[in-house]
Structures are given as C-alpha cells and as structure tokens.
C-alpha cells in the first residue's frame, strides 16, 4: 500500500512539473499612459502610493533604462505591437504626430502584431483600453489578431465639444465635454464614453477574461487611457492621494493592478503569467500639475531626452522572473521577440525587427543583447544611445514644443549612467565615441526603408 501511495503520489509530482514545464505562458501588458518615470512609489515619488506596483517590483524587475521607440503615442504604441520602430511601419509623421478622429490611416494590416503571432499558437487575445493605432475597421484590434476589444480607440481628450472652452475642459474635466467612443470590438456602445469609471470597467474586463481563459494560454494587451489628460478617477479614488487628482488617476490604476494580480492567484495562473508593466512616453509637461514627473529625468512627452522615453517599468512572473533591479537597457520594441521566444511561437523572417529577446535577462542573466537605441522624432534621427553614451544630433524645447526642433551645429554627447539628468555634455573630450556612434547610425541608416506615413491621411468629407 506505502509503495502504491508512494508511486502515485510521484507521478502527480511529475505531472505537474511537467505541465508547469510545457504550458505556454501568459502574458499580460498593462500600458499607461504619458505616466513620468517619477509617478511610482518605487520609482521615487514622494506621495503617490502604489502598493501594489511595489510589492510586483519587489518580487520581480525593476527595470531603470528601459524605453519607449517613440515619445508620443501613437508611434510608441506601434512599435511596442510590432517590434518594429514606427518609421518602419508608416507609423509617423513630422506634421500630424499622432492619429486623430479624422484620420484615414492606421497600422497598415501588412505588419505583424504580438497578437497575430501569439494566435499562430493558440493563445487567446484581448485588448482593453487605449488602441489609437486606427479607429476605421481596417485598423481595429480585432483587425489585428485580437480576438476581442473593449475600448477608447484613441486618446480620451479628442472629440472635445466646441461649446466648452479649452481651459475649462481640462482644468474641470467632465465626461461630457469629450465625445469619445466607448467601443465593443467594432461597434460603439457608448459616446461619450462615462471616462469617470474607465479605469474600473478595464479593469472588471480584464479580470472576466482571465477567469473566462483560465484553460488555455491568453494575451491581455491593457493600454489605460489615463493618466492622459483630462484626467477623471472613479469616487472610491476622488481626493484619496496627497498628490491631488494626478496621484488619484495613478493609486486607482495601482489598485487596478492589484485587482488583476489577486485574479490571477486565486485561478491559480500566478506562476505561469507574465505581467509587463510600463507607460507609452514620459509625462505631459505643459499640463503643469494635471501633468506628471519624470523625476531626476530631463524632458517629458513629445521629446527625445530621457524623460520623454525612459518610462518606469516592473516585470513581474514569479518563479520565471529572477528579482532584481536591472539597469540594462530595455525597450517595448524587445517585448515581440520575448514572448514570441517564452511561447516557442515563430517569428517570421521576413523583415526586419528591431527587438530583441530578453528572456535571458528576465531568467537571471547579467547581460542583455541591447545595447543601443535609436531615437526618432517624426522621421529624424534625434539622438542615438551605444551603451552609456547618448549622442544628440537634434534639440527640442524640453516641454515637446515640435516647432522648436532644430538641427545641432556642435553635437552634443552625455554619459547616462553618471549623467541621467543630462547635465554636462562631454563632446568636446569624447571625440572616439562620437565615431563609434556615428558609424553604428551609418550601418542603421543603411538597413533603413521607411514605410509611407499612415498619419497624414484624412477623412475625405
């Protein structure tokens, strides 16, 4: 009898392992947006409390130099689904710098999605939130290998009624004052969209199809449409942070975060999912207060210094997820190839990439394959990082103004990991990195094809 327990009791524990070793794993993306490098309780911020994001960096990565392809939103969202920089894909405009509700383009069906490939290999797919990537049905998520979506198609100020005045409308926000579709996969079910309970219905979204998915591989792509101004938090978070109303948008999203991590362990999927956490640029400056921080960063949204694409990131998936803060460097470009590589899904040949797989690092290793980025502002190459090193061609108004964008006469060069804030060019002592930089933007440049601008189309009336 003790050796018949005994066996059975071994072929369960070898069971287990092995299914715990064969299932794909899921993965889950929470996107904010135009979130600061600073608007976390474990990036540093003094006021804003997210428990939960802490407790997930704690147990997982915190990852300090990791980068958006782009500092505005839709072409930082193309290339985190493609894995490919925006100018590859047509995904950019130097007049028309995001996709508007008169747009008459998108994300061109010939690109290849996270979602696309992962359906290659049997996951479910589902996006919730912010798409802005397209709201024509060409464009859609469920154009694009999702199989369902529930959500705002673009950012949640556009559509602004004409009878209220700007300044109002952001000071004072009202759902009604934004006439922005709330939509079901194709068809919109309601406008304007309540924005006061968004953040809580993703999230009652996201937790539905985790329990409805729970016996088969799933991919959650969940893009807040906050803390986006006009800002709006449902009343369980109305003057609950010290920060005022920012910090609200930012602790219901903590909570929300919570939400999903709590589903996950009680459905038993905890330690077979991986969550990705990060923003789509850095914050809205010009927004002053409504706006956040990009913390010891300089810049913010719509420019290429670090605060407007160095974005606060936490990887979580525990027992697949070595803890630890790591400081090399990391891009949502890089998310394709890695969950493409943990799901043994193919990546076609076909074109090129610019991500690479860090599953290694996200195992334990100590060195990631990036080791550059390159940083585009319409389609100007504004700067490029090799290492420690970022070397600028361009200048930029710190707060994103794009008129005030010109070319460099002297290049300037800084050293990120002493010089994070980007302080103290030292061009003039460096002159063999300026070599070494500008030879890596030469074999880049000739590796380049542009695709033709999606954004620039219009809605012919």
Request: with cysteine.
């Given at each position: ?5 005994c066996t ?16 794909k794993?899921?993965f ?9 490098y600073?608007?976390?309780g474990?990036f540093g911020?003094p006021?804003?409390?997210?428990p939960n994001?802490d407790?997930?960096?704690m ?10 392809a782009?500092?505005?939103c839709?072409?930082s969202?193309?290339?985190i689904?493609?894995g490919?920089?925006?100018v590859?894909t047509?995904?950019?405009s ?8 008169d747009?008459?383009g998108g994300?061109?069906?010939?690109e290849?999605?996270i979602a696309?490939l992962?359906?290659t290999?049997?996951?479910?797919t589902?996006?919730?939130?912010k798409w802005?990537l397209?709201?024509?049905p ?7 290998g999702?199989d369902?979506y529930?959500g ?15 300044k109002?409308?952001?000071a ?8 922005v579709p709330?939509?079901r996969?194709t068809?919109?079910v ?7 309970t968004?953040t ?9 199809y985790?329990?409805?998915n729970?016996?088969?591989p799933f991919f959650?792509y969940?893009?807040?449409?906050l803390p986006h101004?006009?800002l709006?938090a449902?009343?369980a978070?109305?003057?609950?942070s010290?920060r005022?109303?920012?910090g609200?948008?930012?602790e219901?999203i903590d909570w ?6 709590n589903?996950?362990k ?6 077979n999912t991986?969550i ?6 850095g914050?809205w400056?010009?927004?002053?207060e409504q706006g ?7 810049g ?12 606060p ?6 027992g697949n997820?070595?803890?630890g803060?790591v400081s090399?460097?990391g891009?949502?470009?890089?998310l394709?190839?890695t969950?493409?590589s ?5 990546v076609p ?7 690479f797989?860090?599953s ?30 970022k ?5 930029n108004?710190p707060?994103?103004y794009?008129?005030k ?9 800084f ?13 003039s ?6 070599e070494e ?6 074999g880049h440049?000739?590796?380049m ?9 219009r809605i012919?009336n």
């Open positions: 009898m003790k050796w018949i327990l059975s009791f071994l072929f369960i524990t070898f069971f287990n392992f092995s299914y715990a070793q064969t299932s794993p899921n889950i993306i929470i996107f904010t947006d135009d979130q600061g600073g608007d976390l474990i911020h006021t804003i409390k997210t994001l407790q997930m960096a147990e997982g990565q915190k990852w300090t130099n990791f980068y958006v782009a500092n505005v839709t072409p969202r193309s290339a689904m493609t490919r920089l925006p590859r047509g995904m950019y130097n007049s028309r710098r995001v996709l508007f509700p747009s008459d994300l061109p069906s010939s290849n999605t696309t992962l359906k290999s049997g996951y479910a589902k996006a919730i939130g802005h397209g709201h024509l060409p464009y859609l998520p469920t154009s694009h999702f369902s529930f705002i198609p673009y950012s949640n100020d556009m559509d602004r009624v004409n009878d209220v005045d700007a109002e409308a952001f004072s926000p009202q759902p009604q004052y934004f006439n709330l939509m996969d068809e919109i309601e406008r304007p969209a309540d924005q006061t968004i809580k219905r993703y999230t009652e979204e996201a937790v539905k985790i329990q409805e729970k016996d088969q959650i969940l893009a807040h449409s101004v006009p709006f449902s009343n978070f109305l003057g609950k010290d005022g109303l920012y609200d948008v930012i219901e929300s975060v919570g939400e999903i991590v589903t996950l009680k459905e038993g999927l905890d330690n991986y990705v956490f990060t923003s789509d640029n914050p400056l010009v927004y002053n956040g921080s990009s913390g010891g960063l300089f913010g949204k719509g420019t290429s210094y670090e605060g407007g694409v160095r974005v990131t936490v990887i979580w998936g525990p997820v070595k803890p803060v090399k460097i891009s949502t470009l890089d394709l190839p969950f493409c943990l799901s043994n899904t193919k040949n076909d074109r090129v990439y610019d991500g797989d860090l290694p690092v996200l195992a334990g290793e100590d060195k990631s394959p990036r080791n550059e980025m390159f940083y585009y502002h319409g389609d100007r190459l504004f700067a490029v990082r090799k290492g420690d090193y070397l600028y061609f361009y200048q108004n707060l994103g794009p008129e964008i010109e070319k460099l006469d002297t290049l300037q060069l050293h990120l990991s002493h010089d994070p804030s980007e302080r103290f060019n030292i061009a002592e460096n002159s063999q990195i300026i930089i500008q030879a890596l933007v030469n440049q000739s590796n094809t542009f695709g033709t601008t999606q954004l620039e189309k012919e």
